[in-house]
C-alpha cells in the first residue's frame, strides 16, 4: 500500500515540477515556503539536546483547538519544547500570530515522501507527536511508528460526508489508525465512525469533547461600545458564497430595530456583498473606514472587511450568524460566539463542526435553519423583538461551552501521562 501511495505522489510532484520550479524562480515568498516543504529551512531548528512535543495541524481551525492545549501542557510539562507543523499558509500565520512564545519551531509539514518526513523525524527527535482532527499522511505516520514514537490523534472527527470515502478505503486507513497508540475523539458517534473504518479495539479511543470548547476571551478596549446601543447588533459571521443575499434580504425588515456586520469567509467577496447591499438600497461603510465601535452605531450594515478580528465582533454583538452552512461547504466554527454568550443561527450543512452544533443545539441555544429568507427571517424577529428569548439562548449556548471548557486541561492531561509511561505504548506494540 504504502509503496503504491509512494509511486503516485512522486509521480505527481515530478508532473508539476515545471510549475513549481517557475513558482520558485518568480516568487521568493512561495519559493520559502515550498523549500520549507522540502526541509529546506531559513533558521534550522534549534532542538538539539531538547525534548521535543511534535504537533501537526492542517489549519486555522486546528491551531485555534491546539492553543489551549499547548497552554495547559506549558504549565504541567516542564522541559519540554514544542514543534509544531501546518499545511496552510494562513495556518503558518496564525501559529506566528499566537504561538511564537510558546513554541521553539514552527513550519509547513513535509512533502509525505519517505526520505523527507524521516529527515524531518530525525532532525527534530519528538518524543511523542499528536495529530489534529484527521490529518492522515501514510509515509509520515509509518516513519514515526518505525521509529516507536508514541502517537497520538487529538480532537478526531470523521464527517458524515467523508465517511463514505474512508470506508470505501479502509483498507488504506486502517493500517494508517492501528499505527495511533490512542485516537481522542470528539464524541461517541465519532468513536463509532473510527471503530469501524480503522478495526480499532476499544482501548484505543478515548472520547472527550472538542478542545475549541476551552476558548480563551482576548477583549480589546478598541471593541467595546460605550455609548448606548438603541438597535441589537447582529453578526453574521464567516459567510460564503451564495449565503450573503440570504442574510441580507433576511435582515432587511429588521434595519430599524437592528444593525448587521457582515464578515465574508474571503474578503474578495467584499465587492459582491456591497453589489447586493446596493440592490436592496441598504446604507453600509467598510470597518477600515470607521475603526472604532461607536461609530457602527450610526451604520444599517458594517462590512467586516479585515481578518483576525471576527472574534472581538462577536463579544459586541447581541445575536450571531455563522456562515458555511446555508450551502454546501460544511460550516464554520460556532463556538466563539456561543462563549460571548450570543444565540446562534446555523444552516443545515454544519457536517464539519457535527458534534459541536450538536451540543449547542441540544443545549437550546442555537438553531439550524433552511437556507430560507422566511424561516430566517422569523427567527430573527424572534431574537431581535424578545429580549428574554434573546438572553435565555444566549446563556444556554454560554453554559454548553462552560460544561466542556476542561477539555483542553483534560487532553494535556493525557498527553503528560504517555509521555510519562511510555512502556505502556511498547507494550501494545
Known sequence: MIFIYNLLLLFLIILFSPFILIGIIINPKWRKDVLERFCIYDKEPAVEGKKTIWFHTASVGEIQALIPVLKELKNICEGYEFVITTTSINGKNK?????????????????????????????????????????????LINNIYLKKVPLVLMNGRISEKSFIFYRVFSFIFAVILQKFMFIIVQSEKMAKRFISIGKLDNHKIIVLPNT??????????????????????????????????LIIKSFFNLKDKAILIVAPRYLKRVNNIIQILNKYNLKYELWTNLNECNKILDCEVVILNTIGELTHFYSMGDIAIVGGGFKNFGGHNPIEPAFYGLPVIVGKNMFNF???????????????????????????????????????????????????????ETTALLIKEILVDKKLYEEQK
Open 354 to 408: 457535527e458534534d459541536t452544533t450538536n451540543r449547542l443545539v441540544t443545549g437550546g441555544g442555537t438553531f439550524v435553519v433552511e437556507a430560507d429568507v422566511t424561516e430566517m427571517t422569523n427567527i430573527l424577529k424572534l431574537l431581535v423583538y424578545n429580549e428574554n428569548e434573546r438572553i435565555s439562548k444566549g446563556y444556554n449556548n454560554k453554559k454548553v461551552v462552560e460544561n466542556f471548557k476542561s477539555s483542553a
Open 212 to 245: 475549541k470548547f476551552s476558548i480563551e476571551g482576548n477583549l480589546k478596549y478598541k471593541y467595546l461600545i460605550s455609548k448606548e446601543k438603541n438597535k441589537k447588533i447582529i453578526i453574521a459571521g464567516s459567510i460564503r458564497e451564495g449565503e450573503e443575499e
Open 95 to 139: 501559529i506566528k500570530k499566537e504561538l511564537n512564545d510558546l513554541i521553539l519551531f514552527s513550519c509547513f509539514v513535509p512533502v509525505d515522501l519517505y526520505f523527507f518526513t524521516d529527515y524531518f523525524i530525525r532532525k527534530i527527535k519528538p518524543q511523542l507527536v499528536v495529530f489534529i482532527e484527521t490529518e492522515l499522511w501514510p509515509n
